[in-house]
Structure formats: C-alpha cells, structure tokens
C-alpha cells in the first residue's frame, strides 16, 4: 500500500528548531521529487520546499529559504525537513507529497503541476 506519513511536529518556542521526517511505504521516494506543502488556518496552501530525485537538488520558497532545508535518507526511505528559527507565522499542519513526473521544483512548489501522493500531515506549532 502506497503511504507517506509526516512525523516530528509539535510545539517549539520563537527561535526554536524542528525536524519534521516523512515517511513512505510501498514506493521508493529517492526516485520521486517530495515536496513540503503548509497550511495554516484560514490560509490557502503554500508549497515551502522540493527535492529533486536522486540529484537532491532542492527549491525553497522565499518565506522559508535559509532557515528550513530539505534532505533524504535513502536507507529510511524518508524526507527529512529540518526547520530552524521558527517563526510564529510558521505555524501551520506540515504536509509532504511526492510525484514521480519531470518537471522543475518550482512547478511543483507552485502547484502548477499536482503532485501524486500525500500524507495527513503534522502540525507545528511555534508560540511562546
């Protein structure tokens, strides 16, 4: 059965770090772009980072770029996104998605092109 599952989330204070990891079963994600989408509430959905398949280049949007960074463990079979600096505006339920299409990041960011598989997603808050 065809799983991603987000884990790592929860409650930091302004400043703090966290690790969010997503998890996949059933597929290889190391052959497939993941991306990390968010949601806050009352907000639409905003796609926040991409890693390319086996290459590992990566896509940040602005509001993220130099404080989040996006990276796999292939032996886990994970995608891992490491948050630093969090801001109160981070707060939001954290989603991963995968595709396995040819297209850059930044489409896939933007949701010009829908990525395949989600997860249920993990909800960080950041408030003090």
């Known amino acids: 059965q065809v799983q991603l599952v987000e884990s790592g989330g929860g409650l930091v204070q302004p400043g703090g770090s966290l690790r969010l990891s997503c998890a996949a079963s059933?597929?290889?994600?190391?052959?497939?772009?993941v991306g990390w989408f968010r949601q806050a509430p009352g907000k639409e959905r905003e796609g926040i980072s991409c890693?390319?398949?086996?290459?590992?280049?990566?896509y940040y949007a602005d509001s993220v770029k130099g404080r989040f960074t996006i990276s796999r463990d292939n032996a886990k079979n994970t995608v891992n996104l490491q948050m630093n600096s969090l801001k109160p505006e981070d707060t939001a339920v954290y989603y991963c998605?995968?595709?396995?299409?040819?297209?850059?990041?930044?489409?896939?960011?933007?949701?010009?092109?829908?990525?395949?598989?989600w997860g249920k997603g993990t909800l960080v808050t950041v408030s003090s």
């Open positions: 998605a995968a595709v396995p299409n040819v297209h850059l990041c930044s489409d896939y960011v933007t949701e010009r092109y829908a990525m395949t598989y």
């Open positions: 059933g597929f290889t994600l190391n052959y497939y772009y």
């Open positions: 890693i390319r398949p086996s290459s590992g280049s990566t």
